[in-house]
C-alpha cells in the first residue's frame, strides 16, 4: 500500500477527501479505510484490471472500492487532488509557464457518454482526452470528448479550465506565456482568442509551415501523452459514465504531477 500511496501523497489527500459519513444508528459493516481503498483504485487505474480483478490483499472488494471510487468523483476529489498537487508544484517553483503546449489523444471506446466515431480508426466509437502541459510536460488542464470532436473546439475550454496555481513568488497563475499548438488548431478566431488574453499563439499554418519546425517545442505535450499512456486504464475506454472516464484522466495526471514533486 505504502508503494502506491506514499506517505507524501496521503498526506495531499486527506486535504481534500470528504469526510466519512456518520452511522447515529450504528451497525454496518466496517467502512475500509480511505488510505486501503485509495490504494486499490490507484492500482486499478495503473494496471488496468477490472473493478473484479482487484487482489483480495488489498482489503477492500472490487465492488467496494468502486463505490467509493464513485463517491469520491462526484465529490470532484480527484480534480481537487491534482489542482493541489499542482499548487505544491508551483510553490516550488517547479512549473515553466514559459511555453505551453495542447494537442489530444484517441482512444476506443466500449460504451457510455461522450463518446463519437473515430476518424482515424474507421468511425470506430471512441473518446478523446484533450491536455495542455507546462514546458516541461506537465499536465495543467485536461478535458474529454467524443472522438469525433474537432481538436480546435476543445482549446477555448481547456485554456479556461486551468486553474490558478501558486506561484513561488507574487500571484497565483493560470495563463502561459505562449501556447503551441498543431495545424488542428489553426483558425483566426482562436489567435484572436488567445491574443485578447495576453497569450502569444504559436499554432502551425495549414500548407505553410512544416509540422517538423513545430515539433521542436511541442515534443513535451507528446511525452505527457505517452507518460498518460502509462495508466493502462486510459489504454481503451470501459467506463459509461463520462465523469469516471474524467476520473480515471485527473487521477493519471496527478501521478504524474506527484513524480515531480516527490523527486
Avoid at 488510505?35 to 465492488?63: D, H, K, N, Y
Avoid at 493560470?174 to 504559436?202: E, F, S, V
Avoid at 459514465?241 to 487521477?251: E, G
Wanted: with cysteine; glycine share 8%; hydrophobic share 35%.
Amino acid at each position: 500500500m505504502e508503494r502506491l500511496v506514499p506517505d507524501e501523497l496521503w498526506d495531499l489527500f486527506e486535504r481534500v477527501v470528504p469526510p466519512a459519513p456518520s452511522r447515529p444508528q450504528g451497525g454496518g459493516r466496517r467502512r475500509y479505510g480511505d488510505r486501503e481503498v485509495l490504494a486499490a483504485i490507484i492500482f486499478v487505474a495503473t494496471s488496468g484490471c477490472t473493478w473484479r480483478q482487484l487482489p483480495p490483499s488489498f482489503g477492500p472488494s472490487g465492488p467496494t472500492a468502486h463505490r467509493r471510487f464513485t463517491e469520491w468523483s462526484k465529490a470532484r476529489v480527484w480534480a481537487r487532488l491534482h489542482r493541489l498537487v499542482l499548487d505544491e508544484l508551483g510553490r516550488r517553483g517547479d512549473l515553466d509557464w514559459s511555453r505551453c503546449a495542447i494537442d489530444s489523444v484517441n482512444m476506443r471506446a466500449m460504451k457510455g457518454e461522450l463518446t463519437g466515431p473515430n476518424p482515424v480508426d474507421r468511425g470506430k466509437k471512441g473518446s478523446k482526452i484533450h491536455l495542455i502541459s507546462e514546458r516541461t510536460g506537465l499536465p495543467l488542464s485536461i478535458g474529454i470528448s467524443g472522438a469525433s470532436l474537432h481538436d480546435s473546439q476543445a482549446l477555448e475550454p481547456l485554456v479556461r479550465g486551468i486553474p490558478p496555481i501558486r506561484s513561488r513568488r507574487g500571484p497565483r497563475r493560470r495563463r502561459p506565456a505562449k501556447l503551441h499548438a498543431d495545424k488542428g488548431y489553426d483558425y483566426d478566431h482562436l489567435r484572436r482568442w488567445l491574443r485578447q488574453r495576453g497569450i502569444t499563439h504559436r499554432i502551425a499554418r495549414k500548407g505553410i509551415e512544416s509540422s517538423t519546425r513545430l515539433g521542436r517545442r511541442r515534443w513535451t505535450i507528446e511525452r505527457a501523452m505517452a507518460w498518460l499512456a502509462g495508466c493502462r486504464r486510459l489504454h481503451r475506454r470501459y467506463e459509461r459514465k463520462a465523469d469516471h472516464f474524467l476520473a480515471f484522466t485527473s487521477i493519471a495526471c496527478t501521478l504524474i504531477c506527484y513524480r515531480k514533486l516527490a523527486k
